[in-house]
């Protein structure tokens, strides 16, 4: 922007002078564009499966050591906890609402339905660490939180939907190194 600037500025600048800087700033503007490119193409995201029945196991583990109900899978939840994992490593954000400034509670009813339910709630936890992370690991870092100890330790919750992506140069906040992003849901519909 500075270079753009020093352009739009240079009134007594001769015109070869000017000339020679737009290039420059068509250069530049290339040159990043490019390399965004490719980022994109290297932020290519990976399932980790075996993270993900790790994780399931340490929360159930930790909800009935507390004399909570253990948690089902839910493969609708799943899918929508795997949506989110590869859209935050794939448009390198992170945050519980989608790319687009959607609510997760918006994003999680598209595949965990509230219809024919009396009763429909739902609750997110999410974690990433570079490079990767572990089960325990992870469940250390929401329990340190208390919003999403709370989340861990709902009564309410009777499903349970958890995906682990492993994406291999992931921009943003994740500054562009190999990152684990982990998405569980929690959801409860009754009646």
């Known amino acids: 922007m500075a270079l753009v600037r020093a352009v739009r500025e240079g ?7 000017l ?34 029945q790790q994780v399931f196991a340490a929360i159930n583990k930790l909800r009935t050591s507390h004399g909570l109900v253990a ?3 839910s493969k609708a939840l799943d899918r929508s906890a795997l949506a ?9 954000f992170f945050g519980h609402n989608s790319a687009n400034g959607e ?3 918006v994003r999680i009813k598209r595949y965990y339905h509230p219809t024919g339910y009396a009763h429909w709630a739902v609750g997110e ?16 870092q929401w329990i340190k939180s208390p919003p999403h100890l709370e989340n861990l330790e709902t009564a309410k919750w009777r499903d349970l939907g958890v995906s682990a992506v492993t994406v291999a140069r992931a921009g943003g906040p994740y500054g562009g ?15």
């Open 103 to 105: 609510p997760f509670y």
């Open 71 to 73: 948690l089902k899978e």
């Open 125 to 140: 936890n999410l974690l990433w660490d570079a490079p990767s992370v572990s089960a325990a690991h992870a469940l250390q």
């Open 19 to 52: 000339l020679t800087l737009a290039v420059v700033v068509a250069a530049l503007v290339a040159i990043g564009l490019l390399a965004s490119s490719a980022l994109a193409r290297n932020n290519s995201a990976r399932s980790l499966p075996t993270l993900n």
């Open 177 to 191: 190194q190999r990152v684990t992003i982990i998405t569980t849901d929690f959801g409860a519909r009754t009646g």
């Open 11 to 17: 009134v007594g600048v001769n015109r070869a002078r």
């Open 84 to 92: 989110h994992s590869l859209q935050m490593g794939q448009k390198s």
